[in-house]
């Protein structure tokens, strides 16, 4: 597979022309010492994203490496980096499946569970997911022994930021990933 090139990458982020949270919406109005935590995470957290998308930019082969032949699923998102996010990972070799409903405990809403059989991770970008979907799609997540990571918003960077910063997993901890049809056995 071609590795993901810088023109694929940048014209994914240039999609995010558009902001999805306003300082405020991360920094409450109140001043003190909680407000000065939230505004050093907030930028602690988009420090981590631009590191991310230089390491890109500078390595053509990081994003291949990471998702060559992985299965994700992308849980919400907005639908134009929906699809810059889409053709980023074919290009890369991998496989992207999107979930945009609502998830319940049991996964039943428009089928999440059945998403999870043959899945390397769960993204989810915490901006636009309510928290019932939330607490459901953790706890599935959970069950079936897929890993998933939470991203800061819908945006290609914080994707980017994501697929990079996966750990490897300790053995003793977690086992593979069920293979089998979640409906059918």
């Not at 914080?158 to 697929?163: E, N, Y």
């Given at each position: 597979?071609?590795?993901a ?23 409450p ?111 599935l ?26 750990r ?18």
């Open positions: 597979m071609p590795p090139d810088a023109a694929t990458v940048t014209a994914a982020v240039r999609l995010e022309a558009q902001p999805v949270m306003s300082l405020g919406a991360c920094v109005e109140s001043t003190g010492r909680l407000s000065l935590e939230r505004a050093r995470a907030h930028v602690a957290s988009l420090q981590r994203e631009l590191f991310a998308l230089e390491q890109v930019l500078l390595d053509g082969e990081a994003l291949t490496r990471a998702l060559s032949g992985r299965r994700l699923v992308y849980v919400g998102g907005r639908p134009d980096s929906n699809a810059a996010l889409r053709a980023l990972v074919r290009s890369a070799g991998g496989e992207i499946v999107h979930h945009l409903g609502t998830i319940d405990e049991e996964g039943r809403t428009k089928g999440f569970a059945s998403l999870l059989a043959g899945a390397d991770r769960v993204l989810c970008p915490l901006d636009l997911i309510d928290p019932d979907s939330l607490v459901a799609l953790r706890g997540c959970a069950r079936y022994r897929v890993p998933w990571s939470a991203l800061r918003t819908s945006s290609v960077t914080s994707f980017i930021a994501g697929v990079l910063r996966v490897p997993a300790d053995p003793r901890r977690v086992s593979a990933a069920s293979r089998f049809c979640l409906r059918h056995g």
